[in-house]
């Protein structure tokens, strides 16, 4: 995979971009367990998930990420709208030259190197796992925060182990996890390490107070970087920017010159963070 590095809005704004942007859809929430977490937020939601071939009613192929097969829909409180807003709990989109977009032009929701259509639960973003097949990391976890990385077979087991934890029978939890087979030759009973911990890293920032107007490296020469019109060592330019994810940045309508990331005006606002 050619893309290696995530960074996706935090989950308070990605909340309320769903809340502002997402339709609700069919609801299958009378068929959800009630001991399965209300998804008010990320509290208690499994670290990752592994992605399923699926089709839809019109028979086309599609990747169903999300811990539960069905939809049901999601009510939160909108502070900018004072009012209760109904959304799906599952986005679709596609994957498109690395770039993975909600069909309903909600914003960015991962980064994979092969074009596909997906179904996604809310508040992940897809990737690609270790052993280099589609899984959803956890807005709070995986490469976007520098978190633990998982194979396949180890985000099988995590839902697996998600959906016994919460009441679904063992006969119910196999036939489910049976759908995640991307990985058919790998081993059933691949066993999770250690749990995953979410790593706290701090944002990189810059200890020059100067106003960057301008800044930009060769692409072609190894270490030839300007700014504001002066030479600088690329290892040099956290001096002047912070450190920026890239997918919060084409959230905003920027773009990323590796390695300088520039709002939708062309400024420089950052490094990208790897």
């Known amino acids: 995979m050619n893309i290696k590095s995530v960074a996706l809005k935090a989950a308070g704004c990605l909340a309320l971009a769903l809340s502002l942007n997402a339709l609700a859809e069919v609801d299958y929430g ?8 209300n998804e008010q937020n990320m509290n208690d939601l499994p670290y990752a998930i592994p992605c399923a071939e699926a089709k839809n009613q019109y028979g086309a ?14 009510t939160q409180w909108n502070a900018q709208q004072q009012r209760n807003v109904t959304f799906s709990n599952h986005i679709s989109g596609k994957c498109v030259r690395g770039t993975c977009r909600a069909s309903n032009g909600s914003g960015i929701y991962g980064m994979y190197g092969q074009d596909l259509s997906f179904s996604l639960s809310i508040y992940y973003y897809i990737y690609e796992s270790e052993d ?4 959803a990391y956890r807005m709070d976890g995986g490469p976007n925060k520098k978190g633990k990385e998982v194979t396949y077979a180890q985000s099988r087991k995590i839902l697996q182990d998600f959906l016994l934890d919460h009441g679904i029978s063992k006969t119910s939890a196999e036939d489910a996890i049976a759908n995640y087979s991307l990985d058919a030759n790998a081993a059933r009973d691949s066993s999770v390490d250690d749990a995953p911990q979410v790593e706290k890293t701090p944002m990189i920032k810059p200890t020059k107070a100067i106003e960057v107007k301008e800044a930009w490296c060769n692409p072609r020469a190894d270490d030839e970087c300007k700014v504001n019109g002066k030479h600088v060592q690329k290892a040099e330019l956290k001096q002047y920017l912070p450190a920026v994810y890239e997918l919060e940045v084409l959230n905003a309508g920027g773009y990323c010159e590796h390695p300088i990331c520039y709002d939708k005006n062309d400024k420089p606002i950052g490094i990208h963070k790897k």
């Open 30 to 37: 009378y068929m959800y367990p009630p001991m399965l977490p």
């Open 61 to 74: 192929k599609f990747f169903r990420c999300t811990w539960y097969s069905i939809p049901r829909n999601i």
């Open 132 to 135: 280099g097949y589609p899984i």
